[in-house]
């Protein structure tokens, strides 16, 4: 931020009275201005065995695989989130199970938290941001062509916990390294 969101004046970068860290601050209003981490919010919709996968319609990583997520809007509840993205993105209806991964995603500042899901129909209708949403078996993932890591994580796991027939909560650090091929 240059400019305070309130009063317009220039804003100064430093460490505000009983804080620890820099912050953007406004020596006329006195406003600090925070910035935190934006949070991810989305599903892992299964139906007999099987779990659905949208392809990217919108950068980043247009055409890669991933699951139904987006950000968190101000006023819903993480889980009003995760069902709208999944409703947005897939076009379906899903019952809403627990949270099965949260992943901090620093350097891009996000958390990323999906819940277990149900879909009640097979029946997709992708939207905008969704070249097509399928259902796929373990061996037809396309591995290759997940678009994140927060995904790619979450459905090893997924997978790893329907082999011993216990699903548990899954938390993990994604740090920046590895870039995906485009």
Known sequence: ?????????????????????????CDACG??????????VGTVPTHDGRILL???????????????????ENGET???GALRETREEAGIEVE??????????????????FYLARMRSPQ????????EARLF????IPWEQIAFRTVE??????FEDRARQRFDMHTDDIHFGRPKKS
């Open 124 to 131: 997709v209708a992708p939207g905008e941001e969704t070249l």
């Open 153 to 158: 994580k979450t459905l090893r796991w997924w």
């Open 78 to 80: 993480v889980a009003e």
């Open 54 to 72: 949208c392809r990217r319609a919108i950068e980043p990583r247009y055409g890669y695989w991933t699951l139904p997520a987006g950000f968190m």
């Open 1 to 25: 931020m240059k400019f305070c969101s309130d009063c317009g004046v220039t804003l100064v970068r430093r460490v505000p009275a009983g804080d620890n860290r820099e912050r953007d601050c």
């Open 137 to 140: 078996e373990e061996a037809e």
């Open 31 to 40: 406003v600090i201005h925070y910035q935190n981490p934006k949070v991810v």
């Open 96 to 113: 809403l199970g627990a949270v099965f991964s949260m992943l901090s995603v620093p350097h891009v500042d996000q958390v990323h938290l």
